[in-house]
């Protein structure tokens, strides 16, 4: 399997940090799933209520690499400008850029997204690019420098797991070199492990945990999940027929007729 | 000389994006800066002066999917 930019990471499982019920179900979902990166962000600071203070007091308690995004962004200038300013505050050269192209599904803008991101790899950055499956795209992104591509599985926040499974078998295939990482509209582990047996390096999740009614216990399943993927994947499944084929054999059954 | 920070009006005594940052309460914070839509490095702030009306971004570490 790939790195991340030279680094290993021995779970495959990224999560989000938004939208938990509090900070210590968040702190205790990402333990007990053993989970090495967050995805984080920046919103505007208030100077009496220092909320994103107490944000990092706790993400640098957690002790894990942090993945920051641009969310929200919908132009190349401010993704880059988002982007400058978290490397500066996070300290990495690490950013899970997204440029928003359309209101109602949150697609990415795949013409600003390779921009942005010919932009920031000049710049020095190790760009995590939010894509689609789009084949020309991922070329594209590659060619800007991008090591990493996270091409949606669904819409973000959908739940709806992986919505074109030949595209992401597809990007897979033709880009055997490329980190690969299932981002986004993942609902339930079963949608993770899929995407792992697919051949995908990581996924990456946020609203399926934080959503659920159990978070802590989410966390762990698709944690797991993730792991039973990728064995699955290293196993080299067998090819589905379409006939059965008994598993039992039929020499030696006794006559009994 | 009023500013723009985080998209509210505010009177501020000084110039100087740093001293800015001081006077409005942000001292010790882990925050980035921008001015008038462009990032201002906190090595850049000391010499960075603000003028009437200048839009001000004061960001920091928020919970993100």
């Known amino acids: 399997m790939h790195d991340f930019y030279g680094v290993a990471l021995g779970n495959r499982l990224m999560l989000g940090t938004a939208l938990y019920p509090s900070p210590a179900i968040l702190a205790e979902a990402v333990r007990v799933a053993g989970v090495e990166v967050v995805t984080v962000s920046l919103r505007r600071e208030s100077a009496e209520r220092r909320d994103g203070q107490a944000f990092w007091a706790l993400i640098r308690e957690l002790g894990l690499r942090v993945l920051p995004n641009t969310a929200g962004c919908h132009t190349v200038k401010e993704a880059v400008t988002t982007a400058q300013m978290a490397r500066e505050v996070f300290d990495t050269p690490w950013v899970k850029l997204e440029v928003i192209g359309e209101h109602d599904s949150l697609q990415p803008d795949l013409f600003g997204l390779v921009e942005a991101a010919r932009i920031l790899v000049a710049e020095g950055f190790e760009v995590f690019p939010y894509t689609t499956e789009d084949l020309v795209a991922a070329e594209r992104l590659v060619e800007a420098g991008c090591r990493v591509l996270m091409p949606w599985g669904a819409p973000i926040g959908s739940g709806l797991g992986l919505n074109n499974r030949y595209g992401l078998r597809s990007l897979r295939a033709h880009f055997p070199e490329v980190t690969l990482v299932v981002d986004a509209g993942l609902g339930l582990p079963s949608h993770a492990a899929a995407a792992m047996e697919l051949g995908y390096d990581g996924v990456l999740l946020n609203t399926a945990v934080a959503k659920a009614g159990d978070p802590v216990t989410m966390a762990k399943a698709f944690s797991q999940a993730v792991e039973a993927g990728r064995l699955a994947r290293a196993a080299d499944p067998m090819e589905p027929r379409d006939m059965a084929a008994p598993s039992t054999p039929v020499l030696g059954k006794a006559f009994l007729g | ?65």
């Open chain 2, 1 to 65: 000389m009023r500013i723009v920070l985080n998209g509210k009006s505010r009177e501020v005594a000084v110039a100087r994006l740093d001293r800015v940052l001081e006077e409005l309460g942000f001292h010790g914070t882990k925050v980035a800066t921008a001015v008038n839509g462009q990032f201002v490095a906190r090595s850049r702030r000391g010499e960075t002066a603000l003028g009437e009306g200048d839009r001000v971004e004061v960001i920091a570490p928020m919970q993100g999917g």
